[in-house]
């Protein structure tokens, strides 16, 4: 039995329907990540999954309640980590951890979880001495301190350092091998490339594609990709009509070729550039990621 | 709940690391209190005046006015010559001069007494309402002394309190109620605080349930205003001198409660209207500030005009202020302490209502 079940979810905030029709299930021990930019709908989907918002319409059962009316029973249950929280300014990391503990029946040993976060050194301090990355980890450590079975993190890592962040993931990683299940939102596509089982792609309000990582980016490029940055002359047309080309993308002056057949190719690149004296600058060859997906799909990057 | 503690401790320790709110709660009203107690202090009661004597006459009757003058405590004689002591006087360091005219002796004894000449300056409002009295009943003491009457009729003024009372035993106690109110009201930016930064939303998504959260904290609000009060009593007592009724201070601790929990929910009703604490300040200061003022704390309610009763009395400072008179000093009762008490504690069953519906974690 999926321990998420969501069915034709809708929520609107006046004209804009933030969430427009989105049906997913997530499996016990997944970790499950909503992609998309800003304004995507990731965290009114979640936050009603929290049992924070109220739906419009649909179905939506998480460990088997519905949490618009399960209340203090389904809280019980949850960790949840939610964004720009500021949390007490003048207490410490240790209080912090220990207040939200007392809420629970159920609560894991606070120094535990400091360590788990590798907040050792910052026990003692006070939250408005914390930076951005440690708060971050603070709140993902009081979404576990319930030790509940699944765990909502909605953009865990804004804000950490890329260090801190591939902690971050390890522990998450941590949290999958312990059996919890995981739904996080972002819109880092390595960080949904390297932590999900499965991610659903989100855009206005629409779940756009749901499959692993791996299949996505396979189900949309069978190809690996060559991206340059050319100032001058080159246009998305040209580029599309290269030997073995089967797509191509441009952002301003940075363009992406995805090609079955990456030497032949290359070497009609080449060719064109030469005859229209076109520069080729930061040429690399790479393999197709969650982000070509997000931009073959949507003709927009993940930032925008 | 195993919860509420946790939170009260929270509270406290938001509390106390928070040197603004520890400004506003204690040193603020402490600092109000000293300065009235200082400026208004009840005046030493064997304080004497120092008035000054220019004798220019020799006679018996000038030396018995002498006399009796010297034996009233209240004032300090100085003898002098009229130059002298016009110019102390002048100066600042006489209260009054009373100049004994020569031939003064021998007029009293031709039937047809000369006046004394008493000079003051009239800009000094103690002189005119204090040494003024002091020294016309030292006339007429000494009028009898020297015609040998027997007064007719005399006096045992007799005060409804057992002492008294004087300014600072009306300011006092209102200042006490001011600070009560400043502190349940302004207590509640606490609330609005944790909303602006999302904690309230955050601790919507745990088990917590809503009345632990509103109790501890209006729980740890209660206990800063009573400590605030016992303090500023204290305070009262030993800077100002006031006679504060020992027996009635548990009933005392009881309004100040009552007190307190109507101005917490008033300030959590007007809460709900501020996104930000920044925005906090200015409602709570509009709906606190005339209360000051009309509220009889510093200014007794019948000496102010008919056409502003109304405001006064829908305003809940003027039934704390007054209880708080009743019961610290026996002032003078405005409303009966039964109507004081129920109007406090309809604010706080309205307001609390209001403060409730209009509640949001976000």
Redesign the interface.
Known sequence: MPVIEVRDLRKAYGDLQAVDGVSFDVSEGEVFGMLGPNGAGKTTTVEIL???RIRDSGDVRVLGLDPATSG??F??LVG?Q?Q????????RVH?VI???G???EQQADADELIALMGLQDRRNA?IAELSGGQAQRLSVA?AVVNRPRLVFLDEPSTGMDPQARRNLWDTIEGFRASGMTVVLTTHYMEEAERLCDRVAVMDHGRIIALDSPRALVRASFDEDAIEFVSSDGLTVDDLSGLAAVTSATSQGSAHSIFSSDIPRTMGSLLDLAAERGAPLEGMRVRHATLEDVFLKLTGRTLRD | M??FL??VR?NY??FV??RTALFWTIAFPVLFIGIFGIVLGRGDDGASYEVGLVMEDTSPQAAALGEVLSQFEALELTRGDRESEIASLADGDRRAVIVVPSGFGASISDGAPQPLQVHFDPSQQTTQQVVIPVLLRAFEVADRALTQTQPMVTADFQTLQSERLQVIDFIMPGLIAMSVMNGGVFGAIAMVS?RE???L?????????AWALVGADVTFRMVVVLLQTVLLVVLAVIIGGVAVRVENLPALAGVTVLGGLAFVAIGFFLGAFAKTEQGFFPIAQVITFPMLFLSGIFFPLDSMPDWIRPVVSAMPLTYLGDAMRQLMVGGAPVHSMALNLGVLAAFLVVFFGLAVRLFKYE
């Open positions: 929290e049992g924070l203090r029973e809280k019980r949840v939610l720009q929280v500021a949390l007490y300014p003048r207490l209080e220990s207040l939200f007392s809420f629970y006070r009081l | 195993n919860a946790p939170l929270t320790r938001d690391r928070d944790l930064r999302r904690v939303r955050r601790l919507s998504a745990t088990p917590l349930p």
